[in-house]
């Protein structure tokens, strides 16, 4: 049950594009296309922004997109408002458990 | 409207116990699987548990296993965490999140209660 990597930063100007990488192993991210992307405020309870690797809920803007190659999955944020400016964490689905990435402080500068 | 409501937190000492509880309203727990989730202050998300929609399966991170036990009250709509053996790394703020398919994501989750572990 090892944290999936994640880069601890990442930032942006607005209006630009970013991606963030969530890599795991065989056992999780490369194993099931069951990777979850989540973004939480200070202070707040995350919120779920991709389910099942690309799928966005209802309400989440389509400026947020989810992909997976092997055992990586990205999240790429288009079109950065302030408003995007979180921390934001990856999660994957690992047989009978779930592991969650360290979690990138996305800055909107 | 769902909504998730954990109480139960607070300070206890190495090697005590605490109880949290989860008001679960808006939906019925016998129709979704319920996780436990938790956050040191200042870090990142952890998966504690789970148990399925039936309450006949439980799961457990390494890290709480026969310390810790999930269960729930499908009259009350309550999902609880017993913990027993706390340690101070267990100390975080523990959210009760509502689990979906075979992913086992999460679309609804708690405010949170906060577990502090010290002497």
Not at chain 1, 42 to 47: E, L, N
Not at chain 2, 5 to 31: I, K, N
Not at chain 2, 90 to 96: F, H, L, S
């Amino acid at each position: 049950q090892s944290a999936l990597t994640q880069p601890p930063s990442a930032s942006g100007s607005p209006g630009q594009s970013v991606t963030i990488s969530c890599t795991g192993t065989n056992s999780d991210v490369g194993a099931y296309d069951y990777v979850s992307w989540y973004q939480q405020h200070p202070g707040k309870a995350p919120k779920l922004m991709i389910y099942e690797v690309n799928k966005r809920p209802s309400g989440v803007p389509d400026r947020f997109s989810g992909s997976k190659f092997g055992n990586t999955a990205s999240l790429t944020v288009s079109g950065l408002q302030t408003e995007d400016e979180a921390d934001y964490y990856c999660s994957s689905y690992a047989g009978t458990s779930v592991v969650f990435g360290g979690g990138t402080k996305l800055s909107v500068l | 409207e769902v909504q998730l409501v954990e109480s139960g937190g607070g300070l206890v000492q190495p090697g005590g116990s605490l109880r949290l509880s989860c008001a679960a309203s808006g939906f019925t727990l016998s129709g979704y699987a319920m996780h436990w989730v938790r956050q040191a202050p200042g870090k990142g998300l952890v998966w504690v548990s789970r148990i399925n929609s039936g309450g006949t399966t439980t799961n457990y991170a390494d890290s709480v296993k026969g310390r810790f036990t999930i269960s729930r009250d499908v009259a009350e709509n309550m999902l609880y965490l017993q913990m027993n053996s706390l340690r101070a790394e267990d100390t975080a703020v523990y959210y009760c999140v509502r689990g979906r398919g075979a992913a086992w994501y999460y679309d609804f989750w708690g405010q949170g209660t906060l577990v502090t572990v010290s002497s």
